[in-house]
């Protein structure tokens, strides 16, 4: 076994664990699983018909390029420890291979990780390419530039944002997420091209400029400083609810540009209650952290029922982030917000009192808000 085979090993009993320990969460989300692969295999069809047509809507494809790039990252990230192979990195280190190996090795990893994601960006370059090729003799040039512009674009963002999830610790925070909110009101201004070249600018920038680091100080006491250590310690989590979110906004926001009003009426409820239950779900990471101290949170002078209100307080606060979100895309009328308030307290509700079955407290809010309406 050489040292290729060797890492494919591991990073494939990395997967392997990974879709155990898949199968060992709740009900609800094995149930769904089946239903969210078949949507993740659907998602990168759907985009590349948008994202390599050279005359679409600037929007639709602003939104879609970040969903897409969002998508990929997510993906790479969920992966990462099993490329890198960090469960066996001791051995790994003590093995006498150069620098130079380990680094082609992650690199093939990381693109064999990818796999479709890239491939399919690949193949639209290549036959756009080559019909571009054919008839560059009969068009002009700044034409075949302009037609080959999106699926170069995406290509090169998807390669980087697939290898950068993998080798680089900073969170490329300016490119995928500030960037889009600036440029989605400008799209109809801009160019693809100059989309494509802001894009670069940016992750530049990103790469460049030291990222702030957060400092708590003495502005932050009690529970909530211990809350927000645990999350800053391990922000994975909070991350991919943050992507989840983004992803889910995206794709709706990309999908109204072409219904009818009422349809996004129906929709923007359905969203309202999804995104609940998904912010409403970090409540289990603070609980986490109560039964990680419980000794500790047991010997202070507190009562169990302020701890869980403190713990309900915080999860709140941090839902902030993805309301701004929410309120900046504009997607939500009065009754939707309405709805958002109902879900997410009866889901939280359901995350105190029955963590198990959680779902069924908002399912059941759902159906009576569907019962009454009618």
């Known amino acids: 076994m050489n040292y290729w085979q060797f890492r494919l090993r591991l990073y494939r009993e990395y997967l392997k664990q990974w879709l155990d320990s898949i199968k060992q969460m709740s009900l609800a989300i094995v149930a769904l699983f089946p239903l969210a692969i078949s949507a993740l295999v659907l998602f990168p069809?759907?985009?590349?018909?948008?994202?390599?047509?050279?005359?679409i809507n600037n929007e639709l494809w602003i939104y879609t390029l970040w969903g897409y790039l969002l998508f990929v990252y997510c993906w790479m990230i969920l992966q990462k420890d099993g490329i890198?192979?960090?469960k066996s990195e001791l051995y790994i280190n003590s093995l006498p291979v150069g620098r130079s190996t380990r680094d082609w090795c992650e690199l093939g990893l990381s693109l064999y990780g990818a796999n479709l994601f890239i491939l399919g960006p690949l193949f639209?370059?290549?036959?756009?390419?080559?019909?571009?090729?054919?008839?560059?003799?009969?068009?002009?040039?700044?034409?075949?530039?302009?037609?080959?512009?999106?699926?170069?674009?995406?290509?090169?963002?998807?390669?980087?944002?697939?290898?950068?999830?993998?080798?680089?610790?900073?969170?490329?925070?300016?490119?995928?997420f500030i960037l889009p909110l600036f440029i989605v009101p400008w799209s109809q201004e801009l160019t693809k091209i100059q989309c494509l070249v802001l894009w670069c600018v940016a992750i530049l920038i990103e790469r460049v400029i030291p990222?702030?680091?957060?400092?708590?100080?003495?502005?932050?006491?009690?529970?909530?400083?211990?809350?927000?250590?645990?999350?800053?310690a391990s922000p994975r989590a909070e991350g991919?609810?943050?992507?989840?979110?983004?992803?889910?906004?995206?794709?709706?926001?990309?999908?109204?540009?072409?219904?009818?009003?009422?349809?996004?009426?129906?929709?923007?409820?359905?969203?309202?209650f999804t995104s609940a239950l998904l912010m409403a779900s970090?409540?289990?990471?603070?609980?986490?952290?109560?039964?990680?101290?419980?000794y500790y949170l047991t010997s202070l002078p507190i009562s169990k029922f302020k701890l869980t209100m403190t713990s309900v307080s915080y999860v709140m606060l941090k839902a902030l982030v993805g309301l701004a979100v929410i309120a900046c895309l504009d997607i939500f009328e009065l009754q939707h917000w309405a709805l958002w308030c109902l879900f997410y307290m009866t889901s939280l509700l359901g995350i105190l009192y029955q963590p198990k079955w959680f779902f069924t407290f908002p399912v059941v809010a759902a159906v009576l808000v569907l019962v009454l309406g009618s």
């Open 124 to 176: 639209i370059f290549l036959v756009l390419f080559k019909h571009g090729a054919e008839q560059v003799l009969h068009i002009p040039f700044g034409h075949f530039v302009e037609k080959l512009a999106p699926a170069t674009g995406l290509l090169i963002l998807c390669t980087y944002y697939c290898i950068s999830a993998v080798k680089v610790t900073r969170l490329p925070f300016f490119s995928l």
């Open 84 to 86: 890198l192979g960090v």
């Open 45 to 55: 069809f759907l985009a590349w018909g948008v994202l390599a047509e050279s005359a």
């Open 211 to 232: 990222t702030p680091s957060i400092v708590i100080g003495t502005w932050l006491k009690g529970y909530y400083r211990l809350f927000f250590q645990s999350d800053m």
């Open 282 to 294: 970090s409540l289990f990471d603070t609980q986490a952290v109560c039964r990680h101290y419980r």
């Open 240 to 272: 991919l609810r943050l992507v989840a979110l983004l992803l889910m906004l995206i794709m709706l926001q990309a999908m109204f540009n072409g219904v009818h009003a009422d349809v996004k009426t129906n929709v923007a409820s359905f969203l309202s």
